[in-house]
């Protein structure tokens, strides 16, 4: 296993190594803390688990937070074309890949998603800081990559074309649940449509496809890690996520998986 992986990757130093830990720690410590009903404080979940009330927490609207969390890490990509001017071909997909992938998120805050609820701040600070730093060590390992040998097994084309799957599938999908609601319909409703009917997340799903198309592209350890501690993190808050729709859903299906068709 350990050789697979040699050859999967580019030889790490020992920051690189050091902070992989970090995005596998904290984002699979959250997405436990969301089996276990402890949930990051947005969307649905907005007091939900929670012994204080929203009302005395301090928060913002949810656009306003997705915004605040997107822009940081879409900049930081956006930089790295200056920071980083040269650089071989899998620099420049990473690069590329990592902002188009924010960039994206702040379109569909501004034009696709309906919100109906709010974000407290203390969950946007966490998720803020760890989209912004995730998105520099992955940048920041590609530059250490840079002038190394290349991985013996090179998955350069196979990620990018997974991060395509990954990001269209993730856009189709998000743009059905935009449908369930007119403009100022704040009622939640079982979404049907595409992957609807077999898992209540499948823009979860393809997000997790897309991140791991960004890592396969790297081919990096942080970016691995990275995408180890995305799809910890979806796992769970698809988990609770199908459990609300049980409990509020009389009707719910209950062949509905959560994130993997027939599996999960």
């Known amino acids: 296993m350990e050789s697979v992986l040699l050859k999967l990757i580019f030889p790490s130093p020992f920051l690189i190594k050091a902070m992989s830990a970090v995005p596998v720690a904290t984002l699979g410590y959250v997405g436990l803390s969301e089996v276990r009903g402890k949930h990051m404080q947005y969307s ?9 009330p929203a009302g005395k927490k301090l928060q913002v609207s949810s ?10 890490p879409f900049l930081a990509g ?56 995730s998105s520099v060590f992955v940048i920041y390992a590609q530059q250490l990559a840079q002038g190394l040998p290349e991985p013996a097994i090179d998955m ?9 799957i990954g990001i269209s599938g993730n856009f189709y999908h998000h743009c059905l649940l935009s449908k369930l609601r007119g403009r ?15 898992v209540i997340c499948p823009h979860y799903l393809f997000e ?15 970016a691995f ?4 501690g995305t799809t910890l993190y979806l796992t769970g808050r698809s988990y609770s996520t199908r459990r609300w729709y049980l409990s509020q859903f009389k009707d719910f299906p209950k062949d509905v998986k959560a994130l993997v068709p027939f599996v999960f």
């Not at 656009?63 to 940081?72: D, E, K, N, Q």
């Not at 890690?225 to 180890?228: E, G, R």
Request: proline share 4%; aromatic share 16%; no cysteine.
């Open 63 to 72: 656009r306003t937070g997705m915004l605040i969390a997107y822009t940081p």
């Open 156 to 164: 350069m084309y196979p990620g990018l074309v997974l991060f395509l």
């Open 184 to 198: 100022r319909d704040k009622e939640y409703r079982v979404p049907e449509g595409g992957l609807f009917d077999l």
């Open 44 to 52: 649905k979940f907005l007091n939900v688990g929670e012994k204080k």
């Open 78 to 133: 956006a930089a790295s074309f200056a920071i980083f001017p040269d650089g071989d071909l899998r620099f420049l997909l990473v690069k590329s890949t990592l902002t188009f992938h924010f960039f994206k998120r702040i379109l569909e805050v501004l034009f696709v998603h309906r919100y109906s609820g709010g974000m407290a701040v203390e969950s946007l600070i966490p998720i803020a800081l760890s989209y912004f730093t």
């Open 208 to 222: 997790i496809l897309g991140i791991l198309g960004i890592s396969l592209t790297a081919q990096t350890l942080y």
């Open 225 to 228: 890690a990275f995408s180890v």
